[in-house]
Each structure stands twice: as structure tokens, then as C-alpha cells.
């Protein structure tokens, strides 16, 4: 290495260490109008809030009450840990008198949080899931949060948010937090997907992917075998089809930013079906699979139910499930394939049958 090829290497990772969150978001609003100039404030506050979170879970196994169930359940009828209770709250406590956003809806509560002080300037609301896998916090094993940023329109004065049931092209802002052996933060503002690392030392979440483009076609599928029998054949038909054809690999963490964050970054598909019993599935709408299909999309991928685009799905209520099929464009259309094909199936046989 001559000294000049030195020296600019030396200048390229001072300017990568310098590029912190706050720095990069305001580059990116310098397209946006003035009065979505607060932006960069919401986001100074969401990595906030990861940051009290990722210090919570690095010593969760020695502070008191931190892990393990509160006894209680929330409203999707699951028991609530007491770390969902915990990130819950931090995300409230940060937006409290910041000006910022009106309401904060979340996983974790049936209604939204209203913050009338912030309203008069703070027109945003803050969808997320405070933490996302949590069945993998007492085991020290990777979880996250999904955060989606949208405008709330009108004045919803009979307080139940029904603005915030449009489709997930509207979302302003998308991202999560993944803590993991390190702390990530990946966000999109309509304009690319940037993945940044928390430097414990600096407190700064600092630069390390910009631009993050999925490849058309990978060779991981991540989804949880252990529902086979509760799903439709075409589902079955599919995983049938991986598991006879050279070149797949499984993976599956049972938390979906984790899971998420190998498919962005390596290709290919994650996959939470419906079932039979339950065809809407697992997965929520607002503070889940929208977010993280604006990601995809943003990111050159795609994310479906299986039959339509998520992001053009409208939710009929604030904690709406939908199946979810998201990752690289192939293997998405691969799976929709099977999907289509089993439907004709199905009409067939009853066209027959009648
Ligand atoms: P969890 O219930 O542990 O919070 O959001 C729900 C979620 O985790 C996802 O993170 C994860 O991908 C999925 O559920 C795991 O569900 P299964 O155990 O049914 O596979």
C-alpha cells in the first residue's frame, strides 16, 4: 500500500465513524419539505430508546426483574414479559414532552397513547413493537424492535386512530432495532435501507451499510416447520419442493427482526403462513409485517400475504394480522407460485364437486 492509498483508506473510515445516525438522517431530509424537518428529532429519540433498551438486555440476567412474565396477558391474549412491559414504556417515556408525536400505538396495548402537550406540533405517530421475539429474551438469544413512523390526519377526537388504518405505503419511515452480539439499527425513509451499529464507547449509532440491496434470489427459507400440518397443502407443497431441490438452507431464530435481518441481508424468504385454523396468521399488521415490507421494497425486495402485496393491504382494525411471505423478489414469487397453483387446485375440485 503506497502512503496516498493509506491516507485515503485512513480518511475513508474516519468519515464512515463519523457518520452517525442524526448526521445521515439529516442528509436524507435535505429532499424532504421543511415541516418534515422534526423528523430527524423522532429519530433522534427511537435510537434513544434503543439505547436504554440494548442496556436493559445486556445485563437483563443480572438485574432484578428483568426477565421472565409479569402474570399478566395483553391484547392479542399473550402473556406479557416483563422486558415487553419495560421497552414498552421507554418508547413512551421519550416521547413525552419531546413535541414530537401525538399518540404512540403499540403491540402492547389495546389503544393508543395519547400525548395531547405534544399534539399541537407533533403530527406523527409512532407504530411499533417494543420488543419483537421475546420468547427469546430468557435465553439471551437475539430479539428486536419494529418501529414505523406515519401522519396522523384529522384530529381523531373520538380516540380510535382509525387514520391509522390505510396501507403501508404510507408509512413515512420504517425500521427496527436488532440487539444482538452488537446493537443495529436499520431505517428507510422511502429513500434506500441504512443499517447502523451502536458504538458502546461513543454511545452513537455509526454507519455500516448504506444502500443494503437483497439479492433477486438466496438460499435460506426461515419459517417454523413445526406448524407443517396446521397449514394448507400449498404451503406444505412448497416446503416440499425446498427440501427435494439441491441449494436451500434453513434457518429460524423465532424472532422475526433476527430472521428479517439475515433474509435483507443475504437473500432469500422468511415465511410466517396462516394455518387452517388461523388464516390470517401470527404476524401484526401495523407494528410488524408493514414496517418491514417498506423495508423489502425499499431494499429491492418484496413482501406479500401470499396473494397480495402487503403493503397494499388495508387493516380493519389497529392489531390486524396478516400472513407474510417477505424477502428476495424470486423467492417470494416462488412461494406465491405454490399459493396460486393450490387455489386453482381448490376451485377446481369444488367446481367439480358442484
Ligand atoms: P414472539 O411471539 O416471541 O414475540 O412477533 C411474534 C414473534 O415472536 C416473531 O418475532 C417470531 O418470528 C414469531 O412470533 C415466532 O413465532 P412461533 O414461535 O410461532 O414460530
Redesign the pocket.
Known sequence: MTDVDRSSAQEYSLDRDCTTLSRHVLQELQSFSAEAQDLSAVMNRIALAAKLISRRLSRAGLVEGALGFTGTVNVQG?SVKRMDIYANDVFISVFKQSGLVCRLASEEMEKPYYIPENCPIGRYTLLY?PI?????VDINLNVGSIFSIRRQEGDDLDGNARDLLQHGRNQIAAGYILYGPSTMLVYSMGKGVHSFTLDPSLGEFILNNENIRVPDHGPIYSV?EGNFWQWEESIRDYIRYVHRHEGYTARYS????G?FHRILMQGGVFL?PGTVKKPEG??RLLY?TAPLAFLMEQAGGRASTGTQDLLDVVPEALHARTPLVIGSKEDVALVESFIQEGARESQETAMTRS
Open positions: 399473550e413493537d419483537d421475539g421475546s420468547s427469546n417454523n423465532g424472532a422475526l427482526v430472521d410466517y401470527k404476524l410488524e
